[in-house]
């Protein structure tokens, strides 16, 4: 897809979510309101945010170069097969805003395992880590070089509870499911296509229950992304939705009806 398409899939999502995203104030529902009070809305500034955001920093500087392989769907910024760190630090990483989004949504779910599809950096990785040094995070990386410099933030971090799973998400993600014995909470944010993103969300759901929650990044990237999301809140099982724009959030708590929110973020 053209860089062209993606950024009119990009502003034709934006006006949707504006259009219709709502706060606290429109929330009716006891459990959205809380979580929308602690998670979305809740501040919690803590040294963690900014000794992760320092090590954010010299990322941004670094002049190394990694080797991307092709698993996915090509970057609006770069094709190319290798890229400077400091440009996969300032074009591709969660932004801080949203790391402490899940920093927060660790601390109020409490989960015992964690699953991130797209180490990158090892940005998001860390603010889930930090959050609770108990909760198991089992994060996947295509790259071995950038799979390199995470595991070196982790150990620079001291973050034992990080476990990097490295190689193609479609080997290394079924062989991770067949030792878990559940998933609290996943985030997916790698090959930002409809099959894939499909499929991660199929295996993922073999090992959810209800209290489970599953985190999708760049829901608006793409027209195959939005379609992604659609078919994705239409599951039977999803009972729950909400669209942050940056990302959409799925649910299974038991309701008596399907419930979708567009959030303000």
């Not at 090509?74 to 591709?92: G, W």
């Amino acid at each position: 897809m053209s860089s062209l398409w993606q950024r009119r899939s990009l502003l034709t999502g934006y006006w949707q979510y504006w259009l219709n995203a709502v706060n606290q104030h429109s929330l009716q529902a006891p459990f959205i309101y809380d979580f929308y009070q602690k998670v979305i809305q809740g501040r919690s500034p803590t040294s963690d945010f900014q000794a992760i955001e320092q090590h954010r920093k010299t990322l941004l500087k670094s002049e190394d170069w990694v080797s991307i392989p092709s698993l996915g769907a090509t970057s609006l910024v770069s094709q190319s097969s290798s890229r400077k760190v400091k440009s996969i630090a300032r074009h591709s990483l969660s932004t801080p805003k949203f790391g402490r989004f899940l920093y927060r949504l660790v601390q109020f779910q409490q989960p015992s395992y964690v699953v991130e599809l797209g180490t990158s950096l090892g940005i998001t990785s860390l603010y889930l880590s930090l959050a609770n040094h108990d909760t198991n995070i089992y994060t996947f990386e295509g790259s071995s070089d950038i799979a390199s410099i995470a595991t070196k933030a982790f150990l620079h971090f001291d973050c034992r509870n990080i476990k990097l799973r490295e190689g193609n998400i479609d080997q290394t993600l079924p062989a991770l499911l067949e030792e878990l014995p559940q998933i609290d909470l996943a985030y997916v944010d790698a090959n930002h296509q409809l099959q894939p993103t499909l499929r991660y969300f199929s295996q993922l759901l073999t090992k959810t229950h209800e209290t489970s929650i599953l985190i999708f990044d760049d829901i608006h990237w793409s027209v195959e992304m939005q379609q992604a999301w659609q078919k994705i809140i239409q599951h039977p099982r999803v009972t729950l939705s909400a669209d942050l724009f940056d990302a959409g959030i799925v649910f299974f708590r038991p309701l008596t009806t399907k419930q979708h929110y567009f959030l303000m973020f």
